[in-house]
């Protein structure tokens, strides 16, 4: 975890004037058994109560003073945090490597911010036929976020018509199930993961989307995934 990374995006939401924000976020980083918790809560505590008084007079000049004050008390706190602050908090995650497959360059972009560099380093994502050339990770997972659901195979024929360029796309996530990766697929029901199970873990929402990679992650403890030189070969 790259702990000036994590401060720089904190200051970076006080900057923008989202405090309570960075408050939240601050708070999921350190064990509520240091000192430092305790600073954090109290700090929430005063972005309430200004919030709360925000709220009943916009243009009270106390607000803004006080507002003032929170924001440097904050940063004086994220100033002084060092490696030690944030022991305890679980980086397992972090250190994962895997790959997201995307069906476009533009969703590249939006995915992209599903996954800060801060709390996924070695997290890479790629446009569609990229993953042919990358080396096996412990899991991948595929977008297909944002579009309707497939329910069977005559809904997929009404749905290659009508995006006919997806087509080749979700050939991908069948060769990737072939050649015996897991996958967790991000997106609305699509009916060929019945068929799937054993290796496929779906996700619709970004929330379920990183519950389903702590889990994909504890699954792999105990069944590893297979080597680069076990590949089976779609054609045969």
């Not at 000036?4 to 064990?31: F, G, V, W």
């Not at 970004?206 to 030189?229: C, H, Q, S, T, V």
Request: charged letters at 35%; proline letters at 4%; one cysteine or more.
């Amino acid at each position: 975890m790259n702990i000036e990374k994590i401060k720089e995006r904190l200051k970076n939401l006080i900057k923008k004037d989202q405090t309570s924000i960075a408050i939240q976020e601050l708070e999921k980083y350190i064990p509520s058994n240091k000192d430092t918790y305790d600073e954090i809560i109290l700090l929430g505590a005063r972005s309430y109560r200004i919030k709360k008084e925000e709220s009943l007079d916009r243009n009270n000049p106390k607000v803004t003073i006080d507002k003032n004050i929170l924001d440097n008390d904050l940063m004086t706190l994220i100033n002084k945090l060092n490696e030690d602050e944030f022991q305890g908090f679980d980086r397992e995650i972090t250190y994962e490597k895997f790959f997201v497959v995307t069906p476009t360059s533009k969703r590249k972009g939006e995915i992209e911010e599903f996954f800060p560099e801060e709390y996924f380093p070695n997290c890479e994502v790629i446009v569609g036929e990229e993953i042919k050339t990358k080396p096996r990770s412990k899991f991948i997972i595929f977008d297909f976020y944002g579009y309707e659901k497939i329910h069977s195979t005559e809904s997929e024929n009404i749905f290659f018509k009508k995006h006919p360029a997806l087509k080749s796309y979700l050939q991908i996530l069948s060769e990737l199930v072939k050649q015996r990766h897991f996958i967790i697929y991000l997106g609305n029901h699509y009916f060929n993961l019945d068929n799937w199970r054993e290796q496929v873990h779906a996700a619709n929402s970004k929330f379920a989307l990183y519950a389903r990679i702590r889990e994909m992650i504890e699954y792999l403890k105990y069944n590893p995934p297979i080597e680069d030189g076990d590949i089976i070969d779609p054609e045969n």
